[in-house]
């Protein structure tokens, strides 16, 4: 154990030292605000307030751990040898910077609770976030932090017995579109041959018919593909289902469908499956409720696990109202239009809520990449996808981190706009897999 000496024990301490301590590094804290105590302690330990004691271990504190609410800081930036830090201290601090007070505001999302300006769906962009802005988005910053101060610790008691973390992978798909022509509504379906022959798609009409009428599989349904690569690799798999009713952003099929439900309850047999909450879904708990019922209905299972349809949350509400309808896990953290570590971290972690200054049940799973945004946004080709994919994964890795991947069933179909893309899903697991 390593006791942490601080003037003030506060919530915003605890939470962001048990995360980089124990969560990060395995590590077992202890908390003491009398100096008699840290003085008369013979183990490692080390303090963090804004004088040192003596000539102790000492990393030098700021003022945000020790603050409530939110304030506009002034960050600047320098470098701890190769990796980018703020908050700098001095020479007289252990490192050269404020490791808590960084990690706090960049893991809480300090400054999506700042004023700023939201895209067409509501939501904080990337392009604003000091990640995007200093060249680190695509590297998990924290993890990188807590690794060096390990370094550190390790130089200054060699002799404490230090735990290591393993790496671990988790892939996550969104189920949009369980099917692309199979079980629709009379009325869709004929809304979509008109929209064919509008467009002279022949390719397109001649599919609907041929799946309508069971002469070719529907193409996005692959859902034992991915229970195949799941047993082949190994790997943990979880599945979000859009069951919300019908909107022009929300296009599953309906959830009262029977194959539809019969394959939900497939997919409980064989990997977990969690809630997709629908567009509308943002600020609206009631609806959330509404579809979290659903599909509780449908699994006859309590529904802890959530992603949020278009990636489309704000803080701290969506993250509230989760907490409120007893969800536990949520992997909605991370950006659509890049890839990277959205709260700077790859291991999972506790929602802080700032307006209460408490740490919440919550736990976040960040996500580094999603196939829509490289397809999509980046327009990557497949090749160049695996390659920005390896590249992330070699990241995480080098911290013994948590890599989650985010695809959709209709990827792995090569149909459409993901013709060239069946085999990216498989080839990614092998990577993340090795």
Known sequence: MILI??????????????HIFTRTLKIEIDFTSKIEDFVAYNGPKLSYTSVALGKEFFIKSTNLLFQQGVNDLEINFSKWEEAPCFFATGI???????????SFYLITRYEEYLPHLKDKHGRFTAEQSLAFQHD????PLIDIW???????????FPEYEYKKRTYKFISTIDVDNAFAYKYKSIIRSVGGIVSDLYRLNIFNLWDRFAVRFNIKKDPFDNFFKIIDYKKEFKVRTIFFFLIGDYTSFDTNISASKKKFRLLIKDMVDYARVGLHPSYYTMGNIELL??????????TNMPMIRSRQHYLRFTLPDTYQDLIDLEIQEDYSMGYASHVGFRASTCTPFYFYDIDFEIQTPLKVFPFALMDTTLNDYMKLTPKQSLGKIRDLKNEVKRVNGTFITLFHNESLSGYLRWRGWSRVYGSMLKIASS
Do not use: G, N, Q
């Open 146 to 156: 807590a690794y060096k101060l390990l370094k550190v610790i390790k130089e200054r």
């Open 289 to 298: 409720k509404k579809e979290k019922e659903r599909l509780e209905h449908i």
């Open 5 to 18: 000496y601080t003037h003030k024990i506060t919530p915003r301490v605890r939470y962001i030292f048990k």
């Open 92 to 102: 007289k601090s252990a490192i050269p910077f404020d490791i808590f007070s960084a």
């Open 136 to 139: 680190f988005l695509e590297k």
